[in-house]
């Protein structure tokens, strides 16, 4: 299992941003997939989870504000980040969980975010 | 939402002993018997790697050393005995409902 997120980068409060996480080694259409967060120097923060069948759930602190999904075609996981603020600057990890697991077995190796003027 | 307390936010053990860290739910991560607590350990500039799942589960590759247990709530991660290694922060994470949470970290350093 292999995970690649890019599209990171220095962005102004407001603006948007959309980030990617290529995967590979496993069957993509098959699986839920996460985006999780973190802070410069602070905790872990679950973002958001899209199923198989693309049904998706969102942490109330994105929620209206970040749209997740996906391209099994490419085998492709998105965020499209909008009206981005200072408290979303953070490594933004794309994660999977283990089979029928609830725990996050694979990670990407992140992408960093900064919202700054 | 459930809310994952998690102390103490940093500990300092001798090598060789135990450490115990607490991570308490504000409600049942229980279905159908398990409990869907995991437990993380990140070292500084890595990516999180699962230890613990499913309350009490090691991982593939994760030696005896590491152990979770639950008792009302109250899910505590055992390091015993503590080796160099170990140094790192460590996070609970409930897998029941979404959101999923993550307590707020426990930094284990060496005294």
């Known amino acids: 299992v292999q995970l690649v997120e890019s599209g990171g980068g220095l962005v102004q409060p407001g603006k948007s941003l959309k980030l990617s996480c290529s995967a590979s080694g496993f069957t993509f259409s098959s699986y839920g997939m996460h985006w999780i967060r973190q802070a410069p120097g602070k905790g872990l923060d679950w973002v958001a989870y899209?199923?198989?069948?693309?049904?998706?759930v969102y942490a109330d602190a994105v929620k209206g504000r970040f749209t997740i999904s996906r391209d099994n075609a490419k085998n492709t996981l998105y965020l499209q980040l909008n009206s981005l603020k200072s408290e979303d600057t953070a490594i933004y990890y794309c994660a999977r969980h283990y089979y029928d697991g609830t725990w996050f077995a694979y990670w990407g190796q992140g992408t960093l975010v900064t919202v700054s003027s | 939402n459930i809310v994952l307390t998690q102390s103490p936010a940093s500990l300092a053990v001798i090598l060789g002993q135990k450490a115990t860290i607490s991570c308490t739910a504000s409600e049942s991560v229980n279905k159908f018997g398990i409990n869907l607590m995991h437990w993380y350990q990140q070292k500084p500039g890595q990516l999180p790697k699962i230890l613990i799942y499913?309350?009490?589960s090691r991982a593939p590759g994760i030696p005896a050393r590491f152990s979770g247990d639950e008792a009302e709530l109250n899910f505590t991660l055992t390091i015993e005995p503590v080796e160099a290694d170990d140094v790192a922060t460590y996070y609970c994470q409930q897998g029941l409902t979404f959101p999923y949470t993550f307590g707020a970290g426990t930094k284990l350093e060496l005294k």
């Open positions: 499913n309350e009490f």
């Open positions: 899209i199923s198989s069948s693309s049904g998706t």
